[in-house]
Protein backbone atom coordinates (compact mmCIF):
# COMPACT_ATOMS: atom_id res chain seq x y z
CA UNK A 1 0.00 0.00 0.00
CA UNK A 2 1.29 3.62 -1.33
CA UNK A 3 1.01 5.76 2.00
CA UNK A 4 0.92 9.69 0.89
CA UNK A 5 3.95 12.18 2.12
CA UNK A 6 3.23 13.38 5.48
CA UNK A 7 5.02 16.79 5.38
CA UNK A 8 2.08 17.06 2.12
CA UNK A 9 -0.71 16.43 4.15
CA UNK A 10 0.29 18.69 7.15
CA UNK A 11 0.67 21.67 4.51
CA UNK A 12 -2.50 21.03 3.13
CA UNK A 13 -4.12 20.52 6.75
CA UNK A 14 -2.27 23.65 7.89
CA UNK A 15 -4.75 25.40 4.62
CA UNK A 16 -7.77 23.86 5.58
CA UNK A 17 -7.63 24.91 9.83
CA UNK A 18 -6.31 28.86 8.46
CA UNK A 19 -10.02 29.46 7.48
CA UNK A 20 -11.20 29.06 11.17
CA UNK A 21 -8.80 30.27 13.26
CA UNK A 22 -9.88 33.60 15.17
CA UNK A 23 -7.85 35.17 17.85
CA UNK A 24 -9.98 32.78 20.74
CA UNK A 25 -8.47 29.66 19.33
CA UNK A 26 -6.19 27.00 20.85
CA UNK A 27 -4.29 23.95 19.41
CA UNK A 28 -4.46 20.98 21.59
CA UNK A 29 -2.43 17.98 20.52
CA UNK A 30 -3.23 14.20 21.64
CA UNK A 31 0.38 12.40 22.59
CA UNK A 32 1.91 11.55 20.47
CA UNK A 33 1.47 11.78 17.08
CA UNK A 34 -1.12 14.59 17.39
CA UNK A 35 1.20 16.69 19.95
CA UNK A 36 3.87 16.55 16.79
CA UNK A 37 1.32 17.46 14.30
CA UNK A 38 -0.30 20.38 16.94
CA UNK A 39 3.49 21.68 17.24
CA UNK A 40 3.76 22.14 13.28
CA UNK A 41 0.13 23.80 12.91
CA UNK A 42 0.63 26.06 15.55
CA UNK A 43 4.33 27.26 14.45
CA UNK A 44 2.52 27.56 10.78
CA UNK A 45 -0.63 29.12 11.62
CA UNK A 46 1.10 31.60 14.23
CA UNK A 47 -1.44 31.32 17.15
CA UNK A 48 -1.23 33.83 19.82
CA UNK A 49 -2.71 31.29 22.81
CA UNK A 50 -0.28 28.91 23.48
CA UNK A 51 -0.52 24.85 22.23
CA UNK A 52 -1.99 22.72 24.91
CA UNK A 53 -1.30 18.57 24.96
CA UNK A 54 -3.20 16.14 26.43
CA UNK A 55 -2.17 12.34 26.97
CA UNK A 56 -5.57 10.37 27.55
CA UNK A 57 -4.19 6.98 29.08
CA UNK A 58 -5.83 7.54 32.10
CA UNK A 59 -9.01 8.45 29.86
CA UNK A 60 -9.87 5.83 27.71
CA UNK A 61 -12.33 3.48 27.95
CA UNK A 62 -10.38 0.24 27.56
CA UNK A 63 -7.71 1.04 29.99
CA UNK A 64 -8.55 -1.74 31.97
CA UNK A 65 -7.63 -3.85 28.63
CA UNK A 66 -4.65 -2.23 27.01
CA UNK A 67 -3.26 -1.07 30.19
CA UNK A 68 -0.40 1.78 30.79
CA UNK A 69 1.35 2.64 27.98
CA UNK A 70 4.36 2.80 29.11
CA UNK A 71 5.72 6.78 28.24
CA UNK A 72 2.64 8.34 30.05
CA UNK A 73 3.54 11.86 29.78
CA UNK A 74 1.98 14.90 31.97
CA UNK A 75 -1.18 16.94 30.14
CA UNK A 76 -0.30 20.92 29.87
CA UNK A 77 -3.26 22.92 28.85
CA UNK A 78 -1.43 26.62 29.59
CA UNK A 79 -4.31 28.78 28.54
CA UNK A 80 -8.60 29.26 30.00
CA UNK A 81 -10.55 26.57 28.10
CA UNK A 82 -13.21 28.30 29.29
CA UNK A 83 -14.99 29.99 26.36
CA UNK A 84 -11.90 29.38 24.04
CA UNK A 85 -12.61 27.93 20.38
CA UNK A 86 -9.71 24.72 20.50
CA UNK A 87 -8.72 22.34 17.69
CA UNK A 88 -8.12 19.04 19.08
CA UNK A 89 -5.38 17.30 17.05
CA UNK A 90 -4.30 13.47 16.22
CA UNK A 91 -2.97 11.92 14.02
CA UNK A 92 -4.40 8.95 13.11
CA UNK A 93 -8.69 8.43 13.32
CA UNK A 94 -9.72 5.69 13.81
CA UNK A 95 -12.04 4.11 16.38
CA UNK A 96 -13.15 7.26 18.08
CA UNK A 97 -11.95 6.50 21.33
CA UNK A 98 -8.88 8.43 21.58
CA UNK A 99 -10.79 11.40 20.89
CA UNK A 100 -13.81 10.74 23.21
CA UNK A 101 -10.98 10.48 26.16
CA UNK A 102 -9.55 13.38 25.02
CA UNK A 103 -13.13 15.52 25.11
CA UNK A 104 -13.47 14.31 28.72
CA UNK A 105 -10.25 15.07 29.99
CA UNK A 106 -10.67 18.58 27.85
CA UNK A 107 -13.22 19.23 29.45
CA UNK A 108 -11.67 18.92 33.29
CA UNK A 109 -10.03 22.19 32.54
CA UNK A 110 -13.25 23.92 32.06
CA UNK A 111 -16.22 24.20 28.82
CA UNK A 112 -15.04 25.70 25.52
CA UNK A 113 -16.94 27.78 23.46
CA UNK A 114 -16.34 24.79 20.63
CA UNK A 115 -13.95 21.78 19.95
CA UNK A 116 -13.29 20.96 16.60
CA UNK A 117 -11.00 18.07 15.07
CA UNK A 118 -7.97 17.86 13.25
CA UNK A 119 -6.88 14.84 11.77
CA UNK A 120 -4.11 13.96 9.25
CA UNK A 121 -5.41 10.55 8.25
CA UNK A 122 -8.71 9.32 8.84
CA UNK A 123 -8.90 5.22 8.20
CA UNK A 124 -12.52 5.01 9.25
CA UNK A 125 -13.63 2.05 11.61
CA UNK A 126 -15.19 4.19 14.05
CA UNK A 127 -16.95 3.03 16.92
CA UNK A 128 -18.07 6.34 18.37
CA UNK A 129 -20.01 8.78 15.97
CA UNK A 130 -16.96 11.58 16.44
CA UNK A 131 -15.87 13.38 12.73
CA UNK A 132 -13.51 15.48 12.15
CA UNK A 133 -13.56 18.69 10.48
CA UNK A 134 -10.32 19.21 9.28
CA UNK A 135 -8.13 15.93 7.48
CA UNK A 136 -5.14 15.71 5.37
CA UNK A 137 -6.38 12.23 3.80
CA UNK A 138 -9.32 9.22 4.00
CA UNK A 139 -7.60 6.34 3.75
CA UNK A 140 -8.54 2.85 3.16
CA UNK A 141 -6.20 0.95 5.88
CA UNK A 142 -7.21 -2.92 6.51
CA UNK A 143 -8.18 -3.70 10.25
CA UNK A 144 -5.37 -5.94 10.71
CA UNK A 145 -2.68 -3.30 10.10
CA UNK A 146 -1.64 -0.03 12.20
CA UNK A 147 -0.75 3.06 10.43
CA UNK A 148 1.54 5.17 12.60
CA UNK A 149 3.08 8.90 11.99
CA UNK A 150 6.54 8.88 12.99
CA UNK A 151 9.06 11.50 13.84
CA UNK A 152 12.88 11.81 12.26
CA UNK A 153 15.50 12.85 14.62
CA UNK A 154 15.16 16.26 12.23
CA UNK A 155 11.82 16.40 12.59
CA UNK A 156 10.40 15.25 9.17
CA UNK A 157 7.31 13.38 9.56
CA UNK A 158 6.38 10.02 7.61
CA UNK A 159 3.64 7.54 7.83
CA UNK A 160 4.61 3.83 8.64
CA UNK A 161 2.25 0.46 7.93
CA UNK A 162 2.53 -2.25 10.29
CA UNK A 163 0.74 -5.49 10.96
CA UNK A 164 -1.59 -5.40 14.21
CA UNK A 165 -0.40 -8.62 15.27
CA UNK A 166 3.52 -7.92 15.23
CA UNK A 167 2.85 -5.38 17.79
CA UNK A 168 0.70 -7.28 20.05
CA UNK A 169 3.21 -10.21 20.72
Known amino acids: MQLPDAEHLLTNLTERVRHDIGPNTALVGIHTGGVWLAERLHQNLQLSLPLGTLDVSFYRDDFGQIGLHPQIRPSDVPFKVEGSHIVLVDDVLYTGRTIRAAINELFDY ?12 DRGGRELPMVAQYVGAVLDVPSD ?3 ALEKSVEGKLSLSLYDKRRNNE
Do not use: T
Open 110 to 121: GRPASVRLAALI
Open 145 to 147: KML
